[in-house]
């Protein structure tokens, strides 16, 4: 007598081979996201870093005082710049980086993540620059450059500042992410970012 069809059995091993393989598939994606968003942040990151030191040179002074507004700590030679103030920096440089006059450009602001200085509420994800400045699009009668704050996705896709750190020694800036910023000086930071 011949079988027809498939066992129980047979079956479900053939539903437990998907459901590895669907599994495996979805990490990898997940993994690949997650790079991707990585990638877009360190990017991002060094983006603004330029801007900063490109207005520096053209304009012979920190975008909106920086070095006088960074709060000192870490022994008087790191300060990090407060929320607010963060908010004042990024529009000074977006302020700088758009328009007509391509030749006073301290960076180029296509790709950043662009947020309401008040949206920041760890909730969103931010929306890109261009979308955000197209004069039809949808966030354009919300958000004018003053009103604009960058952001970072963190690994949990909500969106985050910059951190702005001031050296009074050597009168630089660097610009990390909070993560980088927590992993540098907390000693008990366990990952994750954290609101400053």
């Not at 942040?41 to 520096?56: E, H, L, S, V």
């Not at 960058?150 to 660097?174: C, H, L, M, P």
Request: charged share 25%.
């Amino acid at each position: 007598m011949k079988r027809k069809g498939f066992t129980i059995i047979e079956l479900l091993m053939v539903v437990a081979i998907m459901a590895t393989l669907l599994g495996i598939i979805t990490t990898a994606v997940f993994a690949s996201i997650n790079q991707a968003r990585d990638r877009r942040t360190q990017a991002m990151k060094q983006t603004i870093q330029n801007g900063i030191a490109a207005y520096r040179q053209l304009k012979d002074e920190w975008p909106e005082q920086i070095e006088t507004w960074a709060d000192k700590s870490h022994n008087g030679k790191l300060g990090y710049l407060s929320n607010n103030d963060y908010d004042k920096v990024m529009q000074a440089l977006l302020k700088q980086s758009v328009g007509k006059n391509m030749k006073n450009r301290v960076m180029d602001p296509v790709g950043l993540l662009i947020m309401g200085k008040n949206g920041t509420d760890g909730k969103s994800s931010g929306v890109d620059f261009r979308s955000a400045a197209q004069k039809n699009g949808p966030y354009a009668k919300r958000m004018s450059t003053s009103e604009m704050t960058v952001v970072y996705q963190g690994g949990n896709g909500k969106a985050y500042r910059y951190v702005i750190e001031y050296n009074t020694e050597s009168d630089s800036v660097t610009v990390m992410t909070q993560g980088d910023y927590n992993s540098k000086y907390e000693p008990n930071w366990n990952g994750g970012e954290k609101w400053h």
